[in-house]
């Protein structure tokens, strides 16, 4: 959760920096401004470069050690019975593969980039400027097509940005529907591989859940003041106690910390928000209330229509399911038609 957090900083910085700058007016407090997000987003980048691959490891040994305490003591303790048993493999496999399905296709699949465009102007049109007599035409910077829905031109990525796309700076491109950099995947949460990261936070849940009930009554069982054997961390795991021990704390650990993810991201599906749309919304929001008006985002479309923009047109016990299937198309094209004063607004 602490990773997440500090992986959507530069975003965040730069979201700071932008409300910041509509308050100020003086070219000394943009200028600290200016540097002070510069140095904070290469700080952000750097660090993430180097903490992902190190998160992605770490959440491999992790769910490999709460695996390994599975089999070797927790099956054995909890029941007697070889049938229950069986059906507790059953259940706990079947989680396993939904987790690490999820897992391994969300840091595989990328999330979305759009083409590169050399000719931005064949889709957001000329601004003609006269100059000292002579015309000059200026490619037009964005393409509004709606209320709060622009296409936009990313000087960085040479490229038509559409509604939802934004610049990553951790990774230099501009991602279709942005949600956030995640150190964990190692990867841009965004249009393609968004489904994935929310039914991973949603089947490690339940996973953990699982964890802590069969883990909970064992854990109280432990002789009271007991410690954790000292031993090897090659055998740390080897010890009943020490698995029970790892298997509850891991388990409540994660659940706080994934629990309150999913629930942001559930609320954000629900509502048709990327994490960056959420602080954009805010923004409009007040600037809007100040204004005497009430602002609505441009995405939603209630919360059933919402919903099926993330997990797809399926009934819903299928959309939990494991499916490489693709989301349904974008309800702006990732590019506009080409330009004419027919598609302005
Ligand atoms: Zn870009």
Request: hydrophobic share 45%; aromatic share 14%.
């Amino acid at each position: 959760m602490g990773l997440k957090l500090l992986s959507s900083a530069s975003h965040a910085i730069r979201a700071l920096g932008y409300r910041a700058s509509r308050c100020l007016t003086s070219n000394q407090n943009f200028a600290i401004i200016f540097w002070l997000q510069r140095i904070c987003v290469i700080g952000a980048k750097v660090g993430m470069k180097i903490l992902s691959p190190v998160m992605l490891t770490v959440a491999f040994v992790l769910i490999s050690g709460v695996v390994y305490v599975y089999f070797r003591h927790l099956l054995y303790k909890i029941t007697d019975s070889n049938i229950t048993r069986f059906a507790h493999v059953v259940f706990g496999v079947y989680i396993l593969i939904n987790i690490l399905f999820n897992y391994i296709t969300c840091v595989l699949t990328p999330p979305g980039t759009p083409e590169i465009c050399d000719d931005p102007a064949k889709y957001l049109g000329f601004s003609y400027i006269i100059n000292d007599g002579r015309r000059l035409d200026t490619v037009n910077q964005y393409l509004r097509v709606a209320p709060g829905v622009k296409y936009k031109y990313c000087r960085y990525c040479r490229c038509i940005k559409p509604p939802r796309a934004h610049h990553c700076s951790i990774t230099g491109k501009c991602i279709l529907n942005m949600d956030h950099f995640c150190p964990w995947m190692n990867n841009c949460i965004g249009y393609f591989n968004y489904r994935y990261f929310v039914l991973f936070l949603l089947w490690l849940t339940i996973g953990v859940i699982y964890l802590m009930t069969i883990s909970f009554r064992l854990f109280l069982d432990l002789r009271p003041g007991h410690r954790m054997h000292r031993i090897k961390v090659s055998e740390f795991l080897s010890s009943e106690t020490n698995g029970i021990v790892y298997a509850f704390t891991i388990g409540i650990s994660i659940f706080i910390a994934v629990g309150i993810l999913l629930g942001w991201h559930i609320y954000l599906a629900i509502t048709n928000q990327t994490t960056l749309e959420f602080y954009i919304n805010m923004d409009e929001r007040s600037d809007a209330k100040s204004r005497g008006e009430v602002y609505k985002n441009p995405y939603d479309r209630g919360w059933r229509k919402n919903l099926l923009r993330v997990f797809g047109d399926v009934p819903w016990y299928s959309a939990i399911l494991m499916s490489y299937r693709l989301p349904i198309p974008p309800e702006y094209p990732f590019l506009p038609e080409p330009f004419s004063n027919s598609n302005k607004v």
